[in-house]
């Protein structure tokens, strides 16, 4: 399978993951993306929406079936997309000393702000993985935000300082995310966990998390291979889901 090889360019859709769900009764081939030159209405985790502005970043979906991925081990589709990004990101930032992280459960940080976003949908056929569209949303040369994300968001190009070509970075992108899609065909999980811990923002750090109106301190100790976040809370290691807990920054 070669990812990107059937593509289909988009000027203008709501959401590039709705489009390609969409699709997904007429069997297109795995490896497929679905590129937008403006997606108005992208789609986030806990129904957020995604904010870019037209042409100047990468806004995609891609198609894979894993049907060999036990659905207790989904969570490593997201890991494997995170860690592509922070691989094709540090090829670009290597002399600009900007901080690189994976944010649990989906963001890719840069000094602590949010690059990149990561939305997977899945589709099962009975009890089995039948196919994953996943969302990929990459700020590259947008130099200007909203105010509502302006403190916590951030681009590529205020770290390099120049305007950048979006193919070669997709091109970069779809590359790591093969090389890694093999891995993952491979069952190395402890290869592939390595590297996410290396990358995961606030590992074995002591830091403050809300859940629900309290806010506690705690270690993050792991991710668990169904994706809860493992925290070491006192003498005690607890596990939370995706919208049970959050980060306080």
């Known amino acids: 399978m070669k990812i990107g090889a059937h593509r289909i360019n988009l000027d203008l859709v709501d959401s590039t993951n709705q489009y390609l769900m969409a699709l997904l009764p007429t069997q297109p081939i795995e490896g497929t993306i679905v590129m937008a030159n403006h997606q108005y209405a992208g789609k986030g985790q806990r129904n957020a929406n995604w904010e870019s502005n037209a042409g100047e970043n990468l806004t995609f979906s891609l198609l894979l079936k894993p049907h060999f991925l036990p659905i207790s081990k989904l969570f490593y589709l ?4 995170s860690l592509s990004i922070v691989e094709t990101l540090l090829s670009i930032l290597e002399y600009t000393f900007a901080e ?3 944010k649990w459960p989906n963001d890719v940080l840069i000094n602590k702000r949010k690059v990149a976003g990561i939305l997977i949908e899945n589709q099962l056929l009975g009890d089995k993985l039948d196919a994953c569209v996943i969302g990929i949303g990459l700020n590259i040369n947008q130099r200007i ?3 509502k994300i302006l403190e916590t968001a951030c681009s590529v ?3 390099t300082k120049h305007q950048l070509h979006l193919e070669p970075i997709l091109q970069s992108l779809l590359s790591n995310i093969e090389k890694n899609y093999e891995l993952l065909e491979q069952n190395r999980w ?5 590297y996410y811990l290396d990358c995961l923002f606030r590992f074995q750090e002591w830091a403050d998390f809300q859940r629900d109106n309290e806010i506690f301190k705690g270690m993050i100790i792991g991710v668990t291979k169904d ?3 493992a925290v070491l809370r006192g003498q005690k290691v607890e596990y939370y889901d995706f919208k049970e807990i959050s980060f306080v920054i």
């Open 78 to 81: 997201n890991k494997i997309i």
């Open 100 to 102: 690189l992280n994976i």
């Open 145 to 147: 935000f909203s105010s």
């Open 157 to 159: 190009i205020q770290f």
């Open 190 to 194: 402890a290869i592939i966990d390595h």
């Open 227 to 229: 994706g809860r976040l």
